[in-house]
């Protein structure tokens, strides 16, 4: 369900309505839910995550957080109340909580404390909102680390009917690139990881120029790419072309276990931000994601129905492959539903 008006936005994602008939095992990770510009200052939204409702708002010095949808009081509706500075404010009985779901209200101890709201770890980056899955998340919403010299793009928010893991399994499932994509794989790709929720990937390959995008990357130069890929907690990609000197950010929420919600933002950290440079820079940037977009949605005809799991892979082919489901399977999990 998605209402918008000036003041709250209600956001349904992973109810208990819209689930199948087993559960999801959700890697504790970071999960988008809106884009940074939808919630402006003093503002809130509704969110339905992990089975529970919560409310996501700005305070007016621009600080996001997600706290328990209803007062720890008498279960007044936050969603009606007020934003009141750096707290959200209960239209009942007055009652304060700032982002992280602390109660500012002259209570005494131990009230104040029994009066804190659940809350999830909450951040934003690059044009979107995430939350993570706990009320402390167990690694920082990943930056990229030449982000001071990077323009961002708009936020490219898809709601496609593919499992939440596809995006970050198809990115280790190398003989996909050249079957799908049309990218032939020419050194074997390397993997790294720098902790248990990160995996990464650096391919070299050949663009075959068989779509328009393709044609147009050969157009731009690059017929050979370099593509380095990390990904966290299997929600969050970040993709850097070496070549191009640009990449994209792509995030995924699911809402069950054939459609997700996807949010790509592409970005360079070549172009110049002056003068005549500044046109450019925009157009770039809008044919970054519109290529990145045309890559991703390559993938949707193939995956509709698709539940992914291990299977049979085989030597030497799935080697990628087979260490993503090493590293999917050691990933710190919630089950978020249950059909009874």
């Given at each position: 369900m998605n209402t918008y008006n000036s003041h709250s936005v209600d956001i349904d994602i992973g109810s208990p309505e819209h689930m199948s008939q087993c559960d999801i095992s959700l890697p504790h990770a970071w999960y988008p839910v809106a884009k940074s510009r939808a919630i402006k200052r003093g503002q809130k939204q509704t969110l339905h995550f992990m089975e529970r409702e919560w409310l996501l708002f700005r305070t007016q010095q621009g600080q996001v957080g997600t706290v328990a949808r209803h007062c720890s009081h008498m279960g007044g509706d936050l969603n009606q109340g007020q934003v009141d500075r750096d707290c959200i404010r209960c239209p009942v009985h007055g009652w304060r909580f700032d982002h992280q779901g602390q109660c500012q209200s002259q209570l005494k101890h131990p009230f104040k404390q029994q009066a804190q709201l659940a809350s999830l770890d909450t951040a934003?980056?690059?044009?979107?909102?995430?939350?993570?899955?706990?009320?402390?998340?167990?690694?920082?919403?990943?930056?990229?680390?030449?982000?001071?010299?990077?323009?961002?793009?708009?936020?490219?928010?898809?709601?496609?009917?593919?499992?939440?893991?596809?995006?970050?399994?198809?990115?280790?499932?190398?003989?996909?690139?050249?079957?799908?994509?049309?990218?032939?794989?020419?050194?074997?790709?390397?993997?790294?990881?720098?902790?248990?929720?990160?995996?990464?990937?650096?391919?070299?390959?050949?663009?075959?120029?068989?779509?328009?995008?393709?044609?147009?990357?050969?157009?731009?130069?690059?017929?050979?790419?370099?593509?380095?890929?990390?990904?966290?907690?299997?929600?969050?990609?970040?993709?850097?072309?070496?070549?191009?000197?640009?990449?994209?950010i792509i995030s995924v929420m699911p809402i069950d276990h054939q459609n997700s919600e996807i949010y790509l933002t592409a970005y360079d950290c070549k172009t110049s931000d002056k003068g005549l440079?500044?046109?450019?820079?925009?157009?770039?940037?809008?044919?970054?994601?519109?290529?990145?977009?045309?890559?991703?949605?390559s993938d949707v005809p193939i995956a509709r129905g698709l539940r992914p799991v291990e299977g049979v892979l085989i030597p030497g082919q799935d080697d990628e492959v087979k260490q993503f489901w090493s590293y999917y399977k050691k990933l710190p999990k919630t089950t978020i539903y249950h059909e009874n």
């Open positions: 934003e980056y690059a044009g979107v909102i995430y939350v993570f899955t706990l009320p402390q998340a167990m690694y920082p919403l990943p930056h990229l680390p030449f982000d001071q010299r990077c323009h961002f793009s708009r936020v490219r928010k898809l709601k496609l009917p593919v499992h939440f893991l596809l995006a970050s399994m198809n990115s280790f499932d190398v003989a996909h690139y050249d079957y799908v994509h049309h990218r032939k794989i020419t050194e074997k790709p390397d993997i790294y990881s720098h902790d248990k929720h990160h995996l990464g990937i650096e391919l070299k390959a050949q663009v075959l120029q068989k779509s328009w995008h393709d044609k147009l990357m050969s157009w731009l130069g690059f017929d050979q790419v370099d593509i380095r890929i990390d990904c966290w907690g299997s929600s969050y990609l970040q993709m850097f072309n070496h070549q191009a000197q640009m990449g994209a440079f500044r046109p450019f820079k925009s157009i770039k940037l809008e044919l970054s994601r519109r290529i990145t977009t045309a890559f991703l949605m």
